[in-house]
């Protein structure tokens, strides 16, 4: 089945210690998207990449990057992760903007 | 500043009823809407869109209705079954010039047996 895969579904780091989630997809999409979500909140787009192409939302702060290796790959790197940086990590995919979007299960990151 | 707002955190039902599910937006460049179905554990999953040509749409149990001049949406689940319970993401996009959904923070339907 085609679908969006995130690992590690659980993620405790220490604080400042740098932290890579992953998530890949077998959708052939040309879009993929990083989502941070806290607990009762909206899902906060942090940035996406169009293919190759990198946008980063004006509000996401610098500690975040991204890497898109290839289609199937997209990486969230987090460089210093501080105690509220703790949250539901999202991947998603699309097609083409502004089609629907299929989520990932999410990774848990927990911040000691 | 909210451009997509869910008023209602929490709405439980009787098995059988209708679930009303609503959805507020502020920016009117919002030409796209969709729904979202979450369970614990899981990421989002679609569930059905509506366009600003449209008023409404249908796909089986679950219906979309947009009202454009109040800048209102709102899902029924008609009938309503336990397998419904999940928190109901609202999102919205531009789909001219506008990549980015924008998401309500959701409500959480419980449907009792």
């Known amino acids: 089945d085609a679908m969006v895969i995130q690992n590690p579904r659980y993620q405790v780091t220490q604080f400042g210690k740098p932290v890579t989630l992953s998530c890949s997809q077998t959708?052939?999409?040309?879009?993929m998207y990083w989502y941070q979500q806290k607990s009762s909140q909206a899902p906060k787009l942090l940035f996406h990449y169009y293919d190759k192409d990198f946008n980063n939302e004006a509000d996401t702060p610098d500690n975040f990057q991204s890497r898109r290796p290839n289609t199937s790959f997209c990486f969230l790197d987090i460089r210093s992760p501080g105690l509220g940086d703790a949250a539901m990590y999202l991947c998603?995919?699309?097609?083409?903007?502004?089609?629907?979007?299929?989520f990932g299960p999410g990774t848990r990151l927990t911040v000691t | 500043d909210q451009q997509v707002k869910q008023n209602s955190p929490s709405l439980s039902v009787q098995e059988g009823r209708i679930s009303i599910l609503n959805c507020d937006y502020t920016?009117?460049?919002?030409?796209?809407f969709l729904w979202y179905k979450k369970y614990p554990a899981e990421g989002p999953t679609f569930l059905i869109s509506i366009s600003s040509i449209k008023d409404k749409n249908e796909d089986g149990r679950f219906t979309v209705f947009l009202n454009k001049s109040a800048k209102h949406l709102s899902l029924h689940i008609v009938p309503s079954q336990p397998g419904d319970s999940a928190v109901y993401f609202c999102?919205?996009?531009?789909?001219?010039?506008?990549?980015?959904?924008?998401f309500g923070k959701g409500t959480k339907l419980t449907v009792n047996p």
């Open positions: 959708l052939n999409h040309n879009v």
């Open positions: 998603a995919t699309s097609r083409d903007f502004n089609y629907e979007q299929y």
């Open positions: 920016n009117s460049m919002f030409d796209y």
């Open positions: 999102a919205a996009s531009g789909r001219s010039g506008s990549e980015k959904l924008v």
